[in-house]
């Protein structure tokens, strides 16, 4: 269960990007794991800074409009982002299951 301080965070971040930023949370705001990994703290200090190019790209796109390498660009930040929430979420996972065989 992800829990709500870290969302509220979340949140209120992506707030502070205004369109940009509504766009980034309905896009993650969708994703289980980026969200399971973003409430870790190791999550949160890694996440945050490709949530915060999502952002810029977004922010771009808005005012400028959006080309191919652009979406080129959002593509790869979400890979990332999916990637390397799946890493933080499998670290936490193995750390648990070796507390449990203790």
Do not use: C
């Not at 707030?15 to 509504?22: V, W, Y």
């Not at 994703?31 to 870790?40: D, G, H, I």
């Not at 990637?83 to 936490?92: A, L, P």
């Amino acid at each position: 269960m992800i829990e709500k301080p870290q969302v509220d965070k979340l949140i209120e971040y992506v707030k502070t990007r205004g369109k940009s930023g509504e766009r980034t949370i309905k896009i993650l705001g969708k994703n289980f794991r980026f969200l399971s990994a973003f409430n870790t703290e190791l999550g949160e200090q890694i996440l945050s800074d490709v949530v915060s190019m999502h952002s810029e790209v977004s922010d771009i796109i808005i005012t400028k409009g959006e080309t191919p390498e652009l979406r080129a660009k959002i593509n790869v930040l979400g890979e990332i982002i999916n990637k390397w929430s799946d890493k933080i979420n499998g670290y936490y996972e193995a750390l648990k299951r070796v507390d449990e065989s203790k």
